[in-house]
């Protein structure tokens, strides 16, 4: 079966950086355009960034655009995210999806990975 599986989260402070993975299996992964999304304490599951299937584009909300890099790479299934520059506002759970369609219906989600930043 597809899985998603992220990891790197942890507890880091304001200003550091941390690099998120999102290893996946079961799926033809070079057909697949992946998202990361977070989601904070009471707060909706919000989309932080998406790469293409190739990974020759990438889109980042407005909050994290350039202090955060998508990349992937199709050898290893696994998509990353580069998170510099953290803010305690970056606290949330992070989620990796993937999506084959191009309309933003994601088909499979990860389990997601903590990541707190202290001020």
């Known amino acids: 079966q597809v899985q998603l599986v992220e990891s790197g989260g942890g507890l880091v402070q304001a200003g550091g950086s941390l690099r998120l993975s999102c290893a996946a299996s079961g799926l033809t992964f070079g057909n697949y355009h992946i998202g990361w999304f977070r989601q904070a304490p009471g707060k909706e599951r919000d989309l932080v960034g998406v790469v293409s299937w190739s990974g020759g584009s990438t889109y980042y909300a407005d909050s994290v655009k350039g202090r955060f890099t998508i990349s992937r790479d199709n050898a290893k299934n696994t998509v990353y995210l580069q998170m510099n520059s953290l803010k305690p506002e970056d606290t949330a759970v992070y989620y990796c999806?993937?999506?084959?369609?191009?309309?933003?219906?994601?088909?499979?989600w990860g389990q997601g990975t903590q990541v707190t930043v202290s001020s």
């Open positions: 999806a993937a999506e084959e369609s191009g309309r933003g219906v994601y088909d499979y």
